[in-house]
């Protein structure tokens, strides 16, 4: 789960959304050798307009975004299948807010209890509490052609983990205490 430009081109080329990386439809949290069924609709998979659509088609509860800094979501939440290695077949659910050039800021959730896909090497930069729990803070920065951990464009991923659900919020061109706070804020869908 990364590459935060990666999602957001995928989810702009239609093909996924958050995954950080890929905001907006479909593979957008998915790391390189993650395999879904794609954007078509069938059995629980999808794009949906709304929260609770995109809750029902993924079979657990979700959460959503109450602050998204007036950024717009970016197309539909989607809904696609996790497949890890000797487990049955999840879901994994993205939405993006923003764009890369203001800004973006991105949710993506799995019932899988753990990544769906394979992450990038990181730097971390943090740990905080998030809802009860200890929440890792990492960043894209730092290394051979990287930006300086410190600047604001650098690719942000916040995971943790609760009653064997994985979120992952990320950003780009967003402050720390911005991807943070977005995390803090997310309530049930309902």
Not at 33 to 55: D, E, I, K, L, M
Not at 90 to 115: C, D, F, H, M, P
Not at 167 to 172: E, R, T, W
């Amino acid at each position: 789960m990364y590459g935060i430009r990666r999602m957001a081109i995928m989810v702009m080329l239609g093909i996924g959304i958050a995954g950080s990386s890929i905001p907006i439809t479909t593979a957008a949290f998915a790391a390189p050798g993650t395999t879904f069924t794609g954007p078509a609709r069938s059995a629980g998979t999808g794009a949906f307009a709304t929260w609770q659509a995109a809750q029902k088609a993924a079979g657990f509860e979700l959460v959503k975004p109450t602050q998204t800094y007036h950024l717009a979501r970016n197309g539909k939440i989607s809904v696609m299948r996790c497949y890890r290695t000797r487990k049955h077949p999840k879901s994994i659910v993205e939405a993006t807010y923003g764009n890369l050039a203001k800004g973006l800021l991105g949710i993506s959730q799995n019932n899988s209890g753990g990544r769906c896909g394979r992450s990038a090497k990181a730097k971390t930069l943090g740990r905080y509490q998030i809802g009860g729990v200890v929440a890792t803070l990492v960043g894209f920065c730092g290394g051979h052609q990287q930006p300086f951990c410190q600047s604001r464009r650098v690719e942000l991923s916040l995971t943790w983990r609760r009653n064997g659900v994985s979120y992952q919020a990320v950003s780009f061109n967003q402050w720390r205490a911005t991807i943070v706070n977005f995390a803090r804020k997310l309530t049930p869908v309902g």
